[in-house]
């Protein structure tokens, strides 16, 4: 199972990202996707998470401007962020909690990261 965060970049105070998150493998069923942020330095923080049937919750200080959805068909979660600030700066990673077929087609539960996507806001 793999997890491929995407979306990153560079934007000015104000503006907008779309972070993407793609699962591949023999998956059998994704339960809560989440997305994090980590800053150098700093504990890594849980940012917006989504149930399989949508219920969303967010850290406070995005509540209003960043929105979680998910696509089950695709496997695929996103991040829209709006109205960026600064102390948004930080390296976002996915992670999704889910079932996948081993070598034996057995369903086992696992915890699977996506490595960092940078999301850097200018002042």
């Known amino acids: 199972v793999q997890l491929q965060a ?17 699962a591949s ?5 994704i339960t809560t996707m989440r997305w994090y942020r980590q800053v150098p ?28 959805s998910r696509d089950n068909a695709k496997n695929m979660a996103y991040l829209q962020m709006n109205n960026l600030k600064p102390e948004d700066t930080a390296a976002y990673y996915c992670a999704a909690d889910l079932y996948y077929l081993d070598g034996a087609s057995n369903p086992v539960v696992s915890r699977s990261w996506g490595q960092g996507t940078l999301v850097t806001v200018s002042s």
């Open 6 to 22: 995407s979306g990153g970049g560079v934007v000015q105070a104000g503006g907008s990202l779309r972070l993407s998150c793609a």
């Open 25 to 29: 493998g023999r998956i059998s069923s």
């Open 41 to 68: 330095g700093k504990e890594r923080e849980l940012v917006a998470d989504i149930t399989r049937t949508g219920s969303t919750n967010y850290v406070d200080s995005v509540k209003g401007r960043f929105t979680i």
